[in-house]
């Protein structure tokens, strides 16, 4: 009787205010973002792309959001413990910085949990991914560094570089890369200095680099501190060309760097908006949040796609197989462009250079 009354309720709710999917049986992900902090526009952009795949999927998972805040490993551990001891979680999007994604690896690991490194890959981001790690989604970090040094040394003729970078893994090797490459070209490295995240005065650095004879700079950091280095430089009249890697296309850079981003150029991960998946997808996003998508919105969207993609291959979610599946992809189809996974973990893919014109990012 109980159960006849229980269901003339549930039709009586439905008649009069809809019917929403429940939550029970959805397949939790974990997703491990800086979505507070000094890089949380980057971790917005993987929150939009992953949450407009779910919609794409019919909300087919129920995702599971925690901040790492980009450095905050302590965080990123418990969050990582929350996924496992409560959440019930074996699959995760991200971290997409260098120390959360190092403090929760080997947890991850240990504990058979799926995880996708959303930044670039670098060999010591491939050296603790173990079993259950992909150590990146966008880029090969040193494939990108090298095409920017190709072009500057080939195309712009450029032979004098000077390096500048934040005194973190990632911006370090970025750094490691561009340089190795630039030298083996036959380049010159004559100013190479690091930086903190608190420091905000760069005049001095500036100062120096213009005395060492450099042609320009490549830089490396969060976009906030991209910003004020080029304000610098534009307040010192250093006449030097400036090159950056891919997250600077973002107006949490172009916003604060103002006219001072100008001619700024940077190596971007091709994306074929020819394509109508990719066309689709650029087009229900800018409908969805009014803006166009950032490189992190690709990556999110793609993150949650290739999940789904191989837990259709596997069967269920099994996160060996789930992971075996994504690390053996050829040619994937996905929005950020064709992702094939080679056997030292290392992601192929094809770059552009672009650069900031009267206040847009466009193809050099």
């Keep these: 009787m109980k159960k006849i009354i229980l269901a003339a309720i549930c039709i009586m709710a439905l008649m009069i205010f809809g019917c929403a999917a429940p939550e029970v049986g959805k397949t939790k992900i974990g997703v491990l973002a800086p979505l507070t902090g000094n890089a949380a526009e980057l971790g917005s952009h993987i929150q939009t792309g992953a949450d407009l795949a779910n919609e794409h999927l019919g909300n087919k998972y129920k995702l599971v959001y925690e901040d790492d805040m980009c450095v905050n490993t302590e965080a990123t551990i418990s969050a990582a413990q929350k996924f496992m001891t409560i959440d019930k979680i074996e699959l995760v999007i991200g971290p997409l910085c260098a120390p959360p994604y190092q403090a929760v690896a080997g947890l991850f690991n240990q504990n058979e949990v799926g995880f996708m490194h959303t930044s670039g890959i670098t060999p010591p981001f491939i050296e603790t991914s173990g079993e259950f790690g992909i150590p990146g989604l966008s880029t090969t970090i040193y494939e990108e560094d090298a095409f ?51 420091e905000t005065d760069f005049r001095t650095s500036i100062l120096k680099l213009q005395e060492s004879g450099a042609e320009g700079v490549f830089i490396v950091a969060l976009n906030f501190q991209n910003a004020d280095i080029v304000k610098q430089f534009k307040e010192l009249d250093a006449e030097m060309k400036i090159f950056g890697q891919f997250e600077i296309e973002d107006t949490a850079f172009l916003e604060p760097a103002g006219e001072a981003a100008e001619d700024v150029m940077y190596v971007y991960p091709k994306i074929y908006s020819e394509l109508p998946e990719v066309q689709k997808f650029q087009s229900e996003y800018m409908a969805e949040y009014g803006k166009e998508p950032n490189y992190y919105a690709y990556i999110g969207y793609d993150s949650l796609m290739m999940y789904d993609w191989a837990i259709d291959l596997c069967g269920s979610v099994d996160a060996a197989c789930i992971m075996d599946k994504i690390r053996t992809a050829k040619d994937y189809p996905g929005v950020s462009g064709k992702m094939t996974f080679n056997p030292d973990k290392t992601l192929s893919r094809e770059f552009e250079i672009k650069t900031i014109k009267e206040g847009k990012f466009v193809s050099y």
């Design 148 to 198: 920017l040094a190709d072009f500057i040394y080939n195309e712009l003729e450029l032979k004098k570089m000077g390096v500048f970078v934040w005194n973190e893994e990632w911006a370090i090797e970025h750094r490691a890369g561009f340089v190795k490459r630039f030298e083996e070209l036959g380049g010159e490295i004559v100013f190479d200095e690091k930086f903190n995240l608190d």
